[in-house]
């Protein structure tokens, strides 16, 4: 089970940061991630990692400004949000899936609550 929490509402420029607290898995096995779906659109990738490997996969659209991490002991996953912008408004979702990071969210197989994210200009 995955659990997000800590969106809210911030002015362009500002920053955020989203929690997900996981329980059931073995951390080890996992990749997380994290998506974001806004109003009318399709649900979109941000940024993963493989709780064994030291590599971080980052969209685009946030490089620079996203980063995600992870605290193993705390089995919990955040996305730290900086320089926000009124087009990151979105329902974040956190996710995890067996192994490796994938883009497509088809491929992931379990999903935390989402947790609402609104930039205002």
Do not use: H
């Not at 329980?23 to 940024?47: C, D, H, N, V």
């Not at 883009?103 to 609550?113: C, L, M």
Request: proline share 2%.
């Amino acid at each position: 089970q995955l659990q997000a929490s800590g969106g809210g509402l911030v002015q362009a420029g500002g920053s955020l940061r989203l929690s997900c607290a996981a329980s059931g898995l073995t951390f080890s096995y996992y990749a997380m991630g994290w998506f974001r779906q806004a109003p009318g659109k399709e649900r979109e990738f941000i940024s993963g990692f493989r709780w064994s490997g030291s590599t971080t996969y980052v969209a685009d659209s946030v490089k620079g400004r996203f980063t995600i991490s992870g605290d193993n002991a705390k089995n919990t996953v955040y996305l730290q949000m900086n320089s926000l912008k009124p087009e990151d408004t979105a329902v974040y979702y956190c996710a995890a899936r067996w192994e490796r990071v994938v883009t497509g969210p088809s491929a992931w197989n379990y999903w935390g609550q989402g947790t609402l994210v609104t930039v205002s200009s």
